[in-house]
């Protein structure tokens, strides 16, 4: 299952809020789709799985939505260490797959 | 906490072990996955063994090249890459679970060149 995000970069500035798309080449089962957040010199960090679920410790303002082909991670009030680049996996279908990544910037 | 050690510039055709440590929780209890990022390009699911090392799956990429294995004992978990070529220079890492992973490590850069 080929994952694709958009956008690839998104310009925004803290306290607004953020939509990021994930969409699947073929529906993903069982709502098995997970988000992570990147930074450079960090542990990847578990997001969302399940869709929906948010992973311990994970703020609310944090969410996940989305079943079959579009999945969308919101991000409201973004803070600053929200900026990084956030990657969704597909894990209903082997072999598991990533998007390529969107990156939320600073505007 | 995962730590991933190992990496390091090799030539094409050689081989390279990866070691993963684990503390902070009851590994044996855990599945583990080796994930690459290639730079430039996204995530990509390497392998995966269950609690035992006794079930492992591998993607189409690397199946045949690369195993995986574990040592319960000492919290230590392994991939094993042979015939690396210039396509397999990414950062790599390993990650709690199968599926989603919950827990990652920092990576270590592999760098394939002659």
């Known amino acids: 299952i080929l994952l694709t995000q958009s956008p690839d970069t998104l310009s925004l500035s803290p306290g607004e809020s953020a939509t990021l798309s994930c969409r699947a080449s073929?529906?993903?089962?069982?709502?098995?789709l997970a988000w992570y957040q990147r930074k450079p010199g960090q542990a990847v960090r578990l997001l969302i799985f399940?869709?929906?679920k948010r992973a311990t410790g994970v703020p609310d303002r944090f969410s996940g939505s989305g079943s079959g082909t579009d999945f969308t991670l919101t991000i409201s009030r973004l803070e600053p260490e929200d900026f990084a680049v956030y990657s969704c996996q597909q894990y209903g279908n082997k072999p598991w797959t990533f998007g390529q990544g969107t990156k939320l910037e600073f505007k | 906490q995962l730590v991933e050690s190992g990496g390091g510039l090799v030539k094409p055709g050689r081989s390279l072990t990866l070691s993963c440590a684990a503390s902070g929780f009851r590994f044996s209890d855990f599945y583990m996955t080796w994930i690459r990022h290639v730079p430039g390009k996204g995530l990509e699911w390497l392998s995966y063994s269950d609690t035992t090392g006794d079930y492992t799956d591998y993607a189409d990429s690397v199946r045949g090249r690369f195993t995986v294995s574990r040592d319960n004992n000492d919290n230590l978990f392994y991939l094993q890459m042979h015939s690396l070529g210039v396509d397999d220079t990414a950062i790599y890492y390993c990650?709690?679970?199968?599926?989603?992973?919950?827990?990652w490590g920092q990576g270590t850069l592999v760098t394939v060149s002659s």
């Open positions: 399940n869709s929906s």
């Open positions: 073929h529906i993903v089962p069982a709502l098995s």
């Open positions: 990650a709690r679970r199968h599926g989603f992973s919950d827990l």
